[in-house]
Protein backbone atom coordinates (compact mmCIF):
# COMPACT_ATOMS: atom_id res chain seq x y z
CA UNK A 1 0.00 0.00 0.00
CA UNK A 2 1.08 3.68 -0.99
CA UNK A 3 2.44 6.39 1.78
CA UNK A 4 -0.66 8.01 0.73
CA UNK A 5 -3.14 5.79 0.59
CA UNK A 6 -1.98 4.31 4.34
CA UNK A 7 -2.15 8.10 5.73
CA UNK A 8 -5.75 8.08 4.50
CA UNK A 9 -6.38 4.94 6.61
CA UNK A 10 -4.96 6.70 9.65
CA UNK A 11 -6.50 9.68 9.39
CA UNK A 12 -10.18 7.26 8.77
CA UNK A 13 -9.28 5.68 11.76
CA UNK A 14 -9.05 8.48 14.11
CA UNK A 15 -12.04 10.12 12.79
CA UNK A 16 -14.56 7.42 13.25
CA UNK A 17 -16.60 8.93 10.51
CA UNK A 18 -20.68 7.59 9.96
CA UNK A 19 -20.32 6.47 6.81
CA UNK A 20 -23.41 5.35 4.39
CA UNK A 21 -23.11 2.63 2.51
CA UNK A 22 -26.86 2.55 0.93
CA UNK A 23 -26.56 -0.42 -1.78
CA UNK A 24 -26.68 -3.36 0.72
CA UNK A 25 -27.42 -5.93 -1.09
CA UNK A 26 -24.68 -6.06 -3.31
CA UNK A 27 -21.73 -8.38 -2.35
CA UNK A 28 -18.92 -5.92 -2.56
CA UNK A 29 -20.93 -3.62 -0.65
CA UNK A 30 -21.15 -6.17 1.74
CA UNK A 31 -17.56 -7.18 1.97
CA UNK A 32 -16.74 -3.96 2.26
CA UNK A 33 -18.83 -2.79 5.29
CA UNK A 34 -17.22 -5.93 6.36
CA UNK A 35 -13.62 -4.30 5.84
CA UNK A 36 -14.06 -1.35 7.22
CA UNK A 37 -15.74 -2.58 10.82
CA UNK A 38 -13.08 -5.09 10.68
CA UNK A 39 -9.96 -2.65 11.00
CA UNK A 40 -12.07 0.57 12.05
CA UNK A 41 -12.18 2.99 9.15
CA UNK A 42 -15.36 4.18 10.50
CA UNK A 43 -18.74 3.68 11.38
CA UNK A 44 -21.06 2.20 9.04
CA UNK A 45 -24.57 3.36 8.87
CA UNK A 46 -26.83 0.03 7.39
CA UNK A 47 -29.89 0.32 6.37
CA UNK A 48 -31.80 -2.68 4.30
CA UNK A 49 -35.22 -1.06 4.02
CA UNK A 50 -35.82 2.31 4.48
CA UNK A 51 -39.29 2.71 4.73
CA UNK A 52 -39.40 0.73 7.98
CA UNK A 53 -36.30 3.04 9.56
CA UNK A 54 -37.38 4.81 11.97
CA UNK A 55 -35.94 8.01 10.29
CA UNK A 56 -37.87 7.52 7.34
CA UNK A 57 -40.44 9.93 7.72
CA UNK A 58 -37.99 12.71 8.73
CA UNK A 59 -36.14 12.12 5.40
CA UNK A 60 -39.33 12.14 3.78
CA UNK A 61 -40.29 15.14 4.99
CA UNK A 62 -36.30 16.58 4.15
CA UNK A 63 -37.32 15.59 0.44
CA UNK A 64 -40.92 17.31 0.66
CA UNK A 65 -39.14 20.26 2.10
CA UNK A 66 -36.61 20.59 -0.79
CA UNK A 67 -38.45 19.30 -3.65
CA UNK A 68 -41.90 20.80 -3.25
CA UNK A 69 -41.07 23.75 -5.54
CA UNK A 70 -40.46 21.43 -8.01
CA UNK A 71 -44.19 20.35 -7.77
CA UNK A 72 -42.92 17.08 -5.48
CA UNK A 73 -46.15 15.94 -3.76
CA UNK A 74 -45.74 14.74 -0.07
CA UNK A 75 -46.80 11.02 -1.59
CA UNK A 76 -43.92 11.72 -3.98
CA UNK A 77 -41.64 12.29 -1.85
CA UNK A 78 -42.36 9.29 0.45
CA UNK A 79 -41.49 7.07 -2.65
CA UNK A 80 -38.27 9.04 -3.22
CA UNK A 81 -37.63 8.49 0.32
CA UNK A 82 -37.78 4.96 0.26
CA UNK A 83 -34.95 4.64 -2.57
CA UNK A 84 -31.75 3.89 -0.46
CA UNK A 85 -29.88 6.37 -3.01
CA UNK A 86 -32.25 8.82 -1.52
CA UNK A 87 -32.34 7.63 2.15
CA UNK A 88 -28.71 7.35 1.65
CA UNK A 89 -28.20 11.11 0.80
CA UNK A 90 -30.85 12.42 2.59
CA UNK A 91 -29.39 10.54 6.11
CA UNK A 92 -25.77 13.09 5.15
CA UNK A 93 -28.27 15.67 4.78
CA UNK A 94 -29.97 15.52 8.02
CA UNK A 95 -26.81 14.69 10.26
CA UNK A 96 -27.19 10.91 11.16
CA UNK A 97 -24.37 10.18 8.59
CA UNK A 98 -21.45 12.17 8.45
CA UNK A 99 -20.79 10.84 4.32
CA UNK A 100 -21.89 8.50 1.85
CA UNK A 101 -20.32 6.31 -1.02
CA UNK A 102 -22.66 4.89 -3.56
CA UNK A 103 -22.28 3.73 -7.39
CA UNK A 104 -21.20 -0.09 -7.37
CA UNK A 105 -25.43 -0.74 -8.68
CA UNK A 106 -26.45 2.57 -9.84
CA UNK A 107 -25.15 4.66 -12.47
CA UNK A 108 -23.36 8.29 -12.12
CA UNK A 109 -26.14 9.71 -12.56
CA UNK A 110 -28.75 8.18 -10.33
CA UNK A 111 -25.69 9.13 -7.57
CA UNK A 112 -25.50 12.63 -8.37
CA UNK A 113 -29.82 13.33 -8.43
CA UNK A 114 -29.66 11.63 -5.13
CA UNK A 115 -27.31 14.22 -3.87
CA UNK A 116 -28.99 17.21 -5.22
CA UNK A 117 -32.38 16.27 -4.28
CA UNK A 118 -30.91 15.91 -0.63
CA UNK A 119 -27.95 17.89 -0.72
CA UNK A 120 -27.83 20.47 -3.08
CA UNK A 121 -24.52 22.28 -4.10
CA UNK A 122 -21.72 23.66 -1.43
CA UNK A 123 -22.38 27.45 -1.36
CA UNK A 124 -18.87 28.38 -2.83
CA UNK A 125 -18.84 26.30 -5.31
CA UNK A 126 -21.95 25.96 -7.19
CA UNK A 127 -21.31 23.60 -9.41
CA UNK A 128 -21.13 19.31 -9.11
CA UNK A 129 -17.84 17.67 -10.95
CA UNK A 130 -15.67 14.71 -10.26
CA UNK A 131 -12.09 13.85 -9.83
CA UNK A 132 -10.49 10.65 -10.29
CA UNK A 133 -7.38 10.37 -7.72
CA UNK A 134 -4.54 8.75 -9.48
CA UNK A 135 -1.78 7.04 -6.90
CA UNK A 136 1.62 4.92 -8.36
CA UNK A 137 3.94 4.65 -5.22
CA UNK A 138 3.99 7.80 -3.32
CA UNK A 139 2.95 10.02 -6.00
CA UNK A 140 -0.60 11.20 -6.49
CA UNK A 141 -2.39 13.17 -8.79
CA UNK A 142 -5.86 14.39 -9.33
CA UNK A 143 -7.63 14.34 -12.87
CA UNK A 144 -10.76 16.53 -13.40
CA UNK A 145 -13.69 16.48 -14.94
CA UNK A 146 -12.97 12.90 -15.92
CA UNK A 147 -16.61 11.97 -15.03
CA UNK A 148 -19.39 14.44 -15.25
CA UNK A 149 -19.76 17.82 -17.29
CA UNK A 150 -19.16 16.88 -20.97
CA UNK A 151 -17.86 20.24 -22.51
CA UNK A 152 -17.31 22.60 -19.59
CA UNK A 153 -16.76 26.70 -20.23
CA UNK A 154 -14.43 28.47 -18.66
CA UNK A 155 -16.07 29.84 -16.06
CA UNK A 156 -17.04 25.93 -15.01
CA UNK A 157 -13.45 24.78 -14.95
CA UNK A 158 -12.70 27.40 -12.33
CA UNK A 159 -15.31 26.08 -10.29
CA UNK A 160 -14.02 22.88 -11.22
CA UNK A 161 -10.00 23.52 -10.19
CA UNK A 162 -11.57 24.95 -6.93
CA UNK A 163 -12.74 22.08 -5.96
CA UNK A 164 -10.31 19.84 -7.05
CA UNK A 165 -7.71 21.53 -5.01
CA UNK A 166 -9.36 22.04 -2.09
CA UNK A 167 -9.92 18.14 -2.08
CA UNK A 168 -6.06 17.26 -3.48
CA UNK A 169 -5.23 18.95 -0.32
CA UNK A 170 -7.63 17.53 1.74
CA UNK A 171 -7.05 13.76 0.87
CA UNK A 172 -3.25 14.19 0.12
CA UNK A 173 -2.08 16.62 2.77
CA UNK A 174 -0.29 18.72 0.05
CA UNK A 175 -0.34 22.07 -1.70
CA UNK A 176 -2.31 21.56 -5.12
CA UNK A 177 -0.54 22.65 -8.19
CA UNK A 178 -2.81 23.41 -10.75
CA UNK A 179 -2.28 23.00 -14.48
CA UNK A 180 -5.29 23.74 -17.67
CA UNK A 181 -4.50 21.09 -19.81
CA UNK A 182 -4.67 21.88 -23.59
CA UNK A 183 -2.81 21.15 -27.31
CA UNK A 184 -0.88 24.77 -26.59
CA UNK A 185 1.82 25.67 -24.30
CA UNK A 186 1.59 29.62 -23.30
CA UNK A 187 0.10 30.61 -27.57
CA UNK A 188 1.82 27.83 -29.43
CA UNK A 189 -1.12 27.30 -30.94
CA UNK A 190 -4.67 29.07 -32.02
CA UNK A 191 -7.82 28.08 -31.32
CA UNK A 192 -11.10 28.41 -29.77
CA UNK A 193 -10.80 25.60 -27.51
CA UNK A 194 -7.19 27.16 -26.44
CA UNK A 195 -8.72 30.37 -25.61
CA UNK A 196 -11.10 28.39 -23.15
CA UNK A 197 -8.00 27.12 -21.66
CA UNK A 198 -6.20 30.24 -21.32
CA UNK A 199 -9.21 32.15 -19.85
CA UNK A 200 -9.80 29.82 -17.28
CA UNK A 201 -6.36 30.06 -16.36
CA UNK A 202 -6.76 33.47 -15.93
CA UNK A 203 -9.34 33.59 -14.22
CA UNK A 204 -8.39 31.34 -11.57
CA UNK A 205 -5.28 32.68 -10.61
CA UNK A 206 -7.18 36.22 -10.09
CA UNK A 207 -9.67 34.53 -7.57
CA UNK A 208 -7.34 32.13 -6.14
CA UNK A 209 -4.23 34.07 -5.82
CA UNK A 210 -2.67 31.63 -3.05
CA UNK A 211 -2.90 28.50 -4.94
CA UNK A 212 -0.13 27.66 -7.85
CA UNK A 213 -1.46 27.42 -11.39
CA UNK A 214 -0.75 28.00 -14.63
CA UNK A 215 -2.49 27.21 -18.38
CA UNK A 216 -2.61 26.51 -20.87
CA UNK A 217 -0.12 24.19 -20.67
CA UNK A 218 0.54 20.94 -22.71
CA UNK A 219 0.80 17.97 -20.74
CA UNK A 220 4.58 17.55 -20.85
CA UNK A 221 4.96 21.47 -19.82
CA UNK A 222 2.62 20.68 -17.26
CA UNK A 223 4.37 17.54 -15.38
CA UNK A 224 8.29 17.00 -16.71
CA UNK A 225 10.46 19.73 -15.34
CA UNK A 226 13.02 19.21 -18.50
CA UNK A 227 10.42 20.18 -20.78
CA UNK A 228 8.77 22.70 -19.07
CA UNK A 229 12.17 24.72 -18.49
CA UNK A 230 12.10 24.44 -22.55
CA UNK A 231 8.60 25.50 -23.28
CA UNK A 232 7.59 27.48 -20.48
CA UNK A 233 10.23 28.71 -18.52
CA UNK A 234 8.26 31.10 -16.50
CA UNK A 235 5.48 29.31 -15.70
CA UNK A 236 5.63 28.59 -11.57
CA UNK A 237 4.13 25.06 -11.75
CA UNK A 238 8.20 24.58 -13.39
CA UNK A 239 6.67 20.94 -14.36
CA UNK A 240 5.62 20.10 -11.10
CA UNK A 241 1.64 20.26 -11.78
CA UNK A 242 -0.73 17.57 -9.51
CA UNK A 243 -3.63 19.36 -10.26
CA UNK A 244 -4.17 18.43 -13.93
CA UNK A 245 -7.32 20.49 -15.24
CA UNK A 246 -8.88 18.90 -18.75
CA UNK A 247 -10.66 20.70 -20.84
CA UNK A 248 -13.38 18.27 -21.29
CA UNK A 249 -15.02 14.95 -20.66
CA UNK A 250 -13.30 13.06 -23.31
CA UNK A 251 -9.78 13.83 -22.85
CA UNK A 252 -10.17 13.31 -18.79
CA UNK A 253 -12.22 10.24 -18.77
CA UNK A 254 -8.99 8.97 -21.70
CA UNK A 255 -6.35 10.18 -19.57
CA UNK A 256 -7.21 8.60 -16.45
CA UNK A 257 -7.75 5.39 -18.26
CA UNK A 258 -4.37 5.83 -19.98
CA UNK A 259 -2.57 6.63 -16.53
CA UNK A 260 -4.16 3.54 -14.96
CA UNK A 261 -3.87 0.88 -17.70
CA UNK A 262 -0.65 2.05 -19.10
CA UNK A 263 1.19 3.57 -16.31
CA UNK A 264 0.47 1.15 -12.99
CA UNK A 265 -1.41 4.05 -11.62
CA UNK A 266 -4.40 3.10 -8.74
CA UNK A 267 -7.58 5.05 -10.26
CA UNK A 268 -9.91 6.22 -7.36
CA UNK A 269 -13.22 7.84 -8.26
CA UNK A 270 -15.50 9.70 -9.83
CA UNK A 271 -15.58 11.32 -6.73
CA UNK A 272 -17.84 13.93 -6.72
CA UNK A 273 -17.26 16.88 -5.52
CA UNK A 274 -19.51 20.56 -5.48
CA UNK A 275 -22.13 19.07 -3.01
CA UNK A 276 -22.73 19.92 0.42
CA UNK A 277 -21.39 17.08 2.08
CA UNK A 278 -19.28 14.57 0.70
CA UNK A 279 -20.87 11.84 -0.92
CA UNK A 280 -19.31 9.76 -3.50
CA UNK A 281 -19.88 7.86 -6.60
CA UNK A 282 -17.92 4.85 -7.29
CA UNK A 283 -17.31 2.74 -10.66
CA UNK A 284 -19.86 0.18 -11.15
CA UNK A 285 -16.90 -2.25 -11.89
CA UNK A 286 -15.35 -1.70 -8.51
CA UNK A 287 -14.24 -4.23 -6.18
CA UNK A 288 -14.69 -4.36 -1.94
CA UNK A 289 -11.27 -3.12 -1.83
CA UNK A 290 -12.14 0.09 -4.14
CA UNK A 291 -15.66 1.00 -2.13
CA UNK A 292 -13.03 0.69 0.95
CA UNK A 293 -10.49 3.11 -0.12
CA UNK A 294 -13.32 5.58 -1.75
CA UNK A 295 -14.42 5.47 1.95
CA UNK A 296 -11.33 6.55 3.23
CA UNK A 297 -11.73 9.66 1.36
CA UNK A 298 -14.85 10.67 2.18
CA UNK A 299 -14.05 10.58 5.75
CA UNK A 300 -10.90 13.18 4.98
CA UNK A 301 -12.85 15.15 2.79
CA UNK A 302 -14.71 15.92 5.67
CA UNK A 303 -12.21 18.12 6.20
Given at each position: MSHALDQLRQRSKQRNARIVLPETSDPRV???????DRDGLGQVIWVEDPS????FDEIAAHVLARRQHKGV?????????????????GLVATGHADCGVSGAAHATPEVIRAGLICLGTAPSIPLVSSMFLLVRGDEVLSFADCGVIPDPDSEQLVHIANATANNHKLLTGTEPRVAFLSFSTHGSASHPKVDKMRTAGEQFRATHPNVVADGELQFDAAYVSAVAQR?????PLNGDANVLVFPDLDSGNIAYKLAERLAGFEAYGPLLQGLDKPWLDLSRGCSAEDIVGVATMASAMLG
Amino acid sequence: MSHALDQLRQRSKQRNARIVLPETSDPRVQAARAQIDRDGLGQVIWVEDPSADPRFDEIAAHVLARRQHKGVTAEQARELAALPLIFGAGLVATGHADCGVSGAAHATPEVIRAGLICLGTAPSIPLVSSMFLLVRGDEVLSFADCGVIPDPDSEQLVHIANATANNHKLLTGTEPRVAFLSFSTHGSASHPKVDKMRTAGEQFRATHPNVVADGELQFDAAYVSAVAQRKSPDSPLNGDANVLVFPDLDSGNIAYKLAERLAGFEAYGPLLQGLDKPWLDLSRGCSAEDIVGVATMASAMLG
